[in-house]
């Protein structure tokens, strides 16, 4: 289906709520009934109809058709944040005993998730550098069964070939769940190229405006309800219908979003990378960038994040950097309007910074809606600071 249809109308029933163009918020928490031989079917089956709000719900109901086609997948869930949506994900598809293996350095909470939280039910994880398909094979074991992915990975960009572990998991009947937030499915099609469930949170470009959060996972119908019926309802982190509404919104101006954002985050690039105060610049899209042959294979373009190293190895100099900036904002998350800039060692006590760790130098930028020039102004006087 044309995208544009997919944004513009899959899903929307105008004619049932007076012609309007947007959609109601249906905010309500439960559904009524006028015959019992009806609820019982609901409770039977609680994906067949509206019963209560924490299962289905109409105005997430329009967001999840679009969200799934945009996917290519038959069907998907929206979860209250992309945190929440990874949980869900995982724990429907392990067991006690169960092995993943996982990408290096994985969101954090998904760190979390695999260091503090499974390790209580008896699960483990390795983490691999995901970049090659036989580090993969090495690190299966008899019983693995997940394989968690992140392409690129949303801090050094580190990504895998998907086509390849997604085949290699098929052949050994395990189950694949990939991070898809950098790409989202303008650039990236993972449920194409064989990958089980395709995660993006929705936080980020879906929403695009920093005023909602919100999760997505895409998958089969089988996938999706076995994960609807258990996690889904038991954990009830599924989106309310008003930020269901929001991210409705958001997705009407994504392509132009990605489009204005991929010429802009070019222009920043080329900026930092001729900048006699930049040691380097790690962006998937820059045919500097280690993978970019395989970057150019599966991913339909790249955009919006990237992160430097200055030349100085001074953390103090770092930190006046990013404290130097008058229009570019601290913080976390990306995928908004608005320019953020966040330094790695923000997250470092002071005495454990290590400038020959060339991580610990990072600095990552989102660009977002701003004019170009307006940015790389801003930049250069900060770079020139110190
Ligand atoms: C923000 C983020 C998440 C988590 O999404 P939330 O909506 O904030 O819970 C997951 N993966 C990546 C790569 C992210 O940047």
Not at 75 to 88: K, S, T
Not at 126 to 144: M, V
Request: proline content about 4%; overall charge negative; hydrophobic content about 40%.
């Amino acid at each position: 289906m044309d995208i544009s249809q997919i944004i513009n109308e899959l899903g929307e029933d105008r004619e049932n709520y007076f012609n309007a163009v947007a959609p109601p918020i249906m905010q309500t928490s439960n559904f009524t009934f006028k015959k019992v031989a009806d609820l019982y079917k609901a409770f039977e089956d609680e994906m067949s109809s509206y019963l209560y709000s924490r299962g289905l719900n109409p105005t997430v109901d329009i967001l999840r058709k679009k969200l799934a086609a945009l996917d290519g997948a038959e069907d998907c869930l929206v979860f209250n944040n992309g945190a929440a949506a990874i949980f869900a994900g995982i724990f429907a598809n392990i067991k006690s005993g169960d092995h993943i293996v996982s990408v290096a350095k994985p969101y954090t909470w998904v760190q979390k998730m695999f260091d503090v939280i499974l390790p209580r039910f008896g699960v483990t994880v390795t983490y691999i550098d995901g970049t090659t398909i036989a580090n993969w094979q090495n690190a299966t074991k008899d019983n693995s069964t997940f394989y968690y992915l992140e392409s690129p990975n949303s801090w050094d960009f580190a990504i895998q070939p998907i086509k390849e572990v997604a085949a290699l998991a098929r052949s050994k009947n395990i189950t694949t769940l990939i991070d898809n937030s950098y790409c989202t499915p303008l650039y990236q099609k993972p449920i194409e190229m064989g990958i089980d469930i395709a995660m993006q949170t929705a936080t980020k470009y879906i929403g695009g405006h920093s005023d909602t959060l919100g999760g997505v996972l895409s998958g089969t119908k089988t996938m999706i309800k076995k994960i609807f019926d258990s996690e889904y309802l038991n954990i009830g982190s599924g989106i309310q219908p008003f930020n269901a509404w929001l991210l409705i919104r958001g997705l009407r101006t994504l392509p132009a979003r990605i489009e204005r954002i991929t010429k802009s985050t070019a222009a920043v690039v080329a900026f930092m990378q001729q900048h006699p105060k930049v040691k380097c610049v790690l962006f998937v899209g820059d045919p500097s960038f280690s993978q970019y042959e395989l970057a150019k294979q599966q991913m339909k373009g790249a955009c919006g994040l990237f992160t430097f190293v200055l030349k100085t190895s001074e953390m103090s100099s770092i930190v006046r950097f990013c404290e130097s900036l008058q229009h570019i904002m601290m913080a976390v998350s990306w995928g908004g309007h608005e320019s953020l800039i966040i330094p790695k060692c923000a997250g470092l006590k002071e005495e454990d910074f290590d400038p020959s760790n060339k991580e610990h130098r990072y600095i990552r930028m989102y660009v977002g809606l701003e004019e170009p020039e307006y940015l790389i102004k801003d930049l250069e006087q900060a770079l020139d600071i110190i």
